[in-house]
């Protein structure tokens, strides 16, 4: 069965397509408040200029927070039903798209969706297509637009009965002449087979103009400001209500139940524990299960809301296992099994590159040096088996991976940490790392992700845990089957692993790295006596892509000797 759709989306978009005319009456209607879901976008402020534009998107959130009063007071919409965003980045926009899909599918009968758009967009008459801009442009500065198709294609498993989509915006060279709320607009042809008989898109009319300011005094806007939600920097309100947080829980259960509530004004968009996302209700409460290790467990409940503000809370649980009336081997309590694995660290920063045609970076060494002193100063690893290499050449790095091929045994772990320039060969489907004497016109000093895998499968370490920070670092997964593991077993540290962490997957990555910032804040922060790599990778990824279009990844590198354990980080002094 079909639900209706409502989305109104606000910013500027490209389109040169030929259209019918619709009127400001045929547009759209609310005839069951209680079944219809809106998802607004305002992109008002955008990070890059455009000459070829008329205008800004002058007073795109004051607009839409208008059509969001309209629709609550005049149209009966409820409030969690209105998903409202405001100058968003790609991932954002696909995120709350996203979101909506699935309230939507989640619903029991048909909804009406209502989409609204108020920004830049570009089209493609030839082809079409309409891209929607975002506001805010990824880490490294590119221009990533959003094909109206994505959207499209991810309504089509919808069971929606009416869907309808207002693009209120600006193209290169020409301005609409008033709101498409008002003024009715051009109807947009959809492709889709599926979906034409309940689906309707509207693109307000355009004039050429070279500035075209909005007419304020044609809107109904409401005597008060638009609400603070629009301006909002603060993170939703968390309450934690299974668990108390100024104080150590305990618990003889295996896995721990969540529960609480985050509330914002502007709405939330997730709420995740330990990166995991929790079952959120439109109330605002939240409910998740988590596995426990044995011992003392840091839980972290991230609430994220539509601005990407965050706010976490942090519960401490000791999960402390019932006894299984079997006899097991005593164990010394001052030398505990994993205590008598050696630790070793290979840390590589390259900032300055030899050929010119590579820009030096700043934040390598600088990130080099921070995991370096959390190590030696809150983890086992001593300062002689930690070993730093600075700008290093191909050579130096090949000839310190030889060295702890032929010297770790079953009894150590190895930690690999590279950051520096990273670069992927589409035509030949592989990922390298770019060593200080690297030149891009030839790949003679280049690093295959394949050499590095190589090496982990063949050094004889216990566990081994890459951490790659660098352009394109994600292709290590495609040069191995990659697996995502996240669970949690009571001793992963008997068991080998070969497990890596990256940026990103096969994207650029910027300068100055979001990822290592948070890895480091967090190995600084942490009070579990033991952490895994898996855990470490939960309790900051939910931050690394609140604050950035980059997702990182993690998981198991197979055919390298990984058997289901995992890398653990171990506290000289527990706090």
């Known amino acids: 069965m079909k639900l209706p759709v409502l989305l109104y989306l606000a910013g500027f978009f ?36 455009i000459d070829s534009f008329t205008t800004d998107v002058v007073q795109a959130i004051q607009e839409t927070e208008c059509f969001r009063q309209q629709l609550l007071t005049r149209y009966g919409v409820p409030k969690e039903h209105i998903s409202f965003h405001c100058n968003t980045n ?114 307000a009319h355009q004039e050429t103009k070279h500035y075209y300011p909005m007419d304020a005094s044609s809107l109904d806007l409401p005597d008060k400001s638009p609400s603070a939600s629009i301006t ?40 995740a524990i330990n990166g995991q996302e929790a079952h ?35 519960i401490r649980i000791r999960y402390n296992p019932p006894a299984t009336g079997l006899s097991e081997p005593e164990v010394s309590l ?25 820009n030096n970076l700043t934040g390598p060494l600088r990130d080099v040096v921070r995991l370096q002193q959390v190590l030696i100063t809150r983890y086992s690893f001593a300062a002689n088996k930690v070993i730093v290499l ?84 994600g292709g290590i997964f495609k040069t191995q089957v990659f697996q995502e593991d996240l669970t949690s077993s009571p001793d992963r540290s008997t068991q080998r692993s070969r497990k890596a962490m990256t940026s990103g997957s096969l994207s650029e990555v910027p300068d100055q790295s979001v990822f290592s910032e948070l890895l480091v804040a967090e190995l600084q922060n942490n009070t579990l006596h033991r952490l895994t790599a898996s855990q470490l990778f939960e309790s900051f990824k939910p931050e690394a892509v609140s604050r950035s279009s980059i997702i990182p990844q993690f998981g198991t590198l197979k055919n390298t000797g990984d058997e289901g354990g995992d890398f653990v980080f171990i506290q000289t002094n527990s706090m």
């Not at 696909?94 to 989640?106: D, I, N, R, Y």
């Not at 709320?181 to 689906?199: C, M, V």
């Not at 988590?290 to 976490?312: K, Y």
């Open 14 to 49: 490209p389109l040169a397509v030929c259209r019918g005319q619709v009127g400001e009456s045929a547009l759209f209607s609310v005839d069951r408040p209680k079944q219809t879901y809106a998802l607004l976008i305002a992109n008002e402020t955008y990070q890059y200029t």
């Open 90 to 203: 790609a991932v954002q926009l696909k995120l709350a798209f996203a979101k909506l899909v699935k309230m939507a599918s989640g619903c029991n009968g048909p909804v009406d969706l209502l989409i609204y758009y108020r920004g830049k967009y570009l089209e493609n008459e030839k082809q079409r297509q309409l891209y929607f801009m975002p506001a805010r442009t990824p880490g490294d500065g590119s221009l990533q637009l959003v094909n109206l198709d994505y959207f499209l294609t991810k309504l089509e498993g919808v069971a929606a009965h009416e869907i309808t989509l207002l693009i209120d915006g600006e193209q290169p060279r020409l301005a609409r002449k008033a709101s498409v709320l008002k003024a009715g607009g051009s109807d947009f042809p959809i492709l889709q087979p599926t979906l034409r008989e309940y689906t309707h898109i509207y693109i």
């Open 232 to 271: 909002d920097t603060s993170g939703p309100r968390l309450q934690i209500l299974s668990y108390r947080l100024d104080e150590e829980n305990l618990s003889s259960e295996a896995t721990a139940f969540i529960q609480g509530t985050a509330l914002d004004a502007s709405g939330v968009y997730q709420v």
């Open 280 to 314: 959120t209700s439109p109330d605002g409460r939240f409910k998740g299960r988590i596995s426990l290790q044995p011992g003392m467990n840091v839980l972290c409940i991230q609430a994220i809301d539509i601005h990407t503000n965050s706010r976490t809370a942090r």
């Open 334 to 358: 001052s030398n505990p099994p994993d205590v008598q694995l050696t630790n070793y660290a290979v840390l590589i920063g390259v900032n300055d590159y030899q050929d010119p045609a590579l």
């Open 390 to 473: 600075k700008n290093p050449t191909r050579q130096e790095i090949i000839q310190t991976l030889d060295q702890l091929e032929r010297t770790l045994t079953d009894s150590d772990n190895l930690l690999v940490y590279y950051a520096g320039h990273g670069t992927w060969d589409e035509r030949v489907q592989k990922g390298y790392w770019l060593p200080a004497d690297a030149h891009m016109d030839n790949t003679a000093n280049w690093i295959r992700n394949t050499t590095i895998s190589g090496y982990i499968s063949g050094i004889a370490s216990r566990n081994t845990l890459l951490i790659s920070d660098a352009c394109f670092s």
